[in-house]
């Protein structure tokens, strides 16, 4: 997949030859002029990576990165500025940006970051389709067998859950025996992965 690049800055003039420089390179890059031009098509637009100017009028990069993650948005960013400032250089790297680039960009640095971004994206996607897999498959356990997985994730042992849901060990087995046959594994690891798994935030 062609992951777009978002890139918001308030600089025409850095924002049209950062932009014609990547389109150059075959990278899908939409432009902003503020944070907030960003803001307001946010949810209609596919995930991405950011480029986000430290230094913008209302809406800072940093203050913007900050809001993003408040909302459950996660992409990839590269933040970029003309002034260095360490200390926002490091707000934005506890942020989770992926690079730092200091005015006047240096373009082999920027389409390194851009790749790693997209990299991370892939990830991402990955990491959602595995969780999306999980949880359909533990909605095809029953409540009682859901009970049983999550008591396996716990580490106790056939006889612990037979106690603890006044089961025989013989019914815990054969929930067992079911929970491994719609999950394709009996290990007592992965099925513990698996709920791990199903207990993440969407």
Known sequence: MTWPVYL??????VRNALSLLLR??????RGFASPEAFLSTLGTLAPGCLILDIRMPVISGLKLQERLLESGVTWPTIVISGHGDIEACRRAFRNGAIDFLSKPVDEQDLIDAIQRGHSELENQSRRALETDEVRRLLEQLTVRERQVLEMIAKGLTTRQIAETLKLSPRTVDSHRSAIGAKAGTTSAAELTRLWLEGQRSP
Do not use: H, M, R, S
Request: proline residues 0%; hydrophobic residues 40%.
């Open 24 to 29: 150059t390179i075959g990278i899908d890059v």
């Open 8 to 13: 918001v800055d308030d600089d025409d003039a």
